[in-house]
């Protein structure tokens, strides 16, 4: 009998064993059970709204109207350099694998070692856009009128910039919106936007009671003059930045109103801001502060009262309308009449 019973006993023991496991598995909640039972990972995940998907393609507003384009393109070809200075401003410049290495303002050489050598900006070279296999080609100003051909390459969007105070903000603001919204970067676009406004607000504020002012541009030795209009290119100073004009536009050009020292002597302006144009464009020839360094431009009230600015010429007529071109011109300005 004592066989029997040593035999007996392991086996109760094992039987115990396995009721009081099944006793603590019935009696302790599993840890990602609830109160009631309910498995919280399941709920959890049965409540849990799907993430938002990320766009394929934005639609935007451009020179010519609503455009579908990709969203965050990754090879893009740039044909403006105003356009390609708000790129780069707002972070996107890696996209860029391609823009005319032609008449590129120095703070953005960069972009002729990095990227593919698309031709000028009046007369691309459309093989080797081609062979970029580009995903979105942007174009404006000067080469707005390629906009046809390349659209047989790759989608394409016109972001030229108007002229005159009202059409040129108007195509700024549109513009860096656009570019905001096509590289994922629409807070940083509004909050330069909002940037620029209070800057062009603090700086016609400021030139309200300097006197009149012109806008000058030098070329080959010789002068133009820039007033006021409605599709004058630096009408901006006038009617956005305030600048008291001392003449009118007698008429549209590109490069302004050809004027003689003599013209410039008797309008005697208070201010003078002044654009060397063959040294924004590489051009030799003589710079602009010796073209005016003479007895008559010498006499006027703003020589008098050093009241002349010699401009970042590269950033007002090459790539203007980009923001960082535009937050220089404020800055220019705004130490001019400050």
Not at 45 to 51: I, M, V
Not at 143 to 159: F, K, N, R, V
Not at 181 to 204: K, N, P
Request: hydrophobic share 45%.
């Amino acid at each position: 009998m004592p066989v029997a019973t040593s035999v007996r006993m392991p086996a109760m023991l094992a039987a115990a064993a396995l009721a009081l496991a099944a006793c603590a598995t019935d009696s302790d909640p599993d840890d990602s059970a609830d109160p009631a039972g309910q498995d919280v990972d399941a709920a959890v995940e049965e409540t849990t709204e799907p993430a938002e998907e990320t766009p394929t393609e934005v639609t935007i507003t451009t020179a010519q109207g609503e455009a579908t384009v990709p969203f965050r393109p990754q090879r893009v070809i740039v044909v403006e350099h105003g356009i390609l200075d708000t790129i780069d401003y707002l972070g996107a410049g890696e996209s860029v694998v391609g823009i005319p290495h032609h008449a590129v303002p120095s703070y953005l050489a960069d972009y002729t070692t990095s990227t593919e050598n698309t031709g000028t900006l009046f007369e691309p070279d459309y093989e080797a856009i081609n062979a970029a296999e580009p995903d979105l080609i942007i174009v404006g100003g000067r080469s707005a009128a390629t906009l046809p051909a390349m659209e047989a390459i790759a989608p394409t969007i016109d972001l030229s910039f108007g002229w005159g105070s009202e059409a040129f903000m108007t195509t700024f603001e549109t513009n860096t919106t656009a570019l905001g919204q096509i590289f994922g970067a629409e807070d940083e676009a509004a909050a330069a936007l909002a940037e620029v406004t209070a800057g062009a607000q603090a700086v016609a504020a400021d030139a309200a009671d300097e006197g009149p002012g012109l806008v000058l541009m030098t070329s080959a030795g010789e002068v133009s003059a820039y007033g006021p209009s409605e599709e004058g290119r630096f009408d901006f100073v006038y009617n956005l930045l305030g600048v008291e004009p001392a003449i009118d536009q007698v008429a549209i050009d590109d490069h302004g109103d050809a004027i003689s020292f003599e013209f410039i002597a008797e309008v005697d302006p208070s201010l003078l801001i002044v654009l060397d144009r063959d040294a924004a464009i590489g051009e030799e020839g003589e710079a602009a502060q010796a073209v005016l360094d003479n007895e008559l431009v010498n006499s006027t009230t703003a020589v008098a009262n050093d009241n002349v600015l010699y401009v970042d010429t590269e950033k007002w007529y090459l790539s203007f309308g980009g923001l960082t071109s535009v937050n220089t011109i404020l800055d220019e300005v705004g130490s001019l009449v400050s």
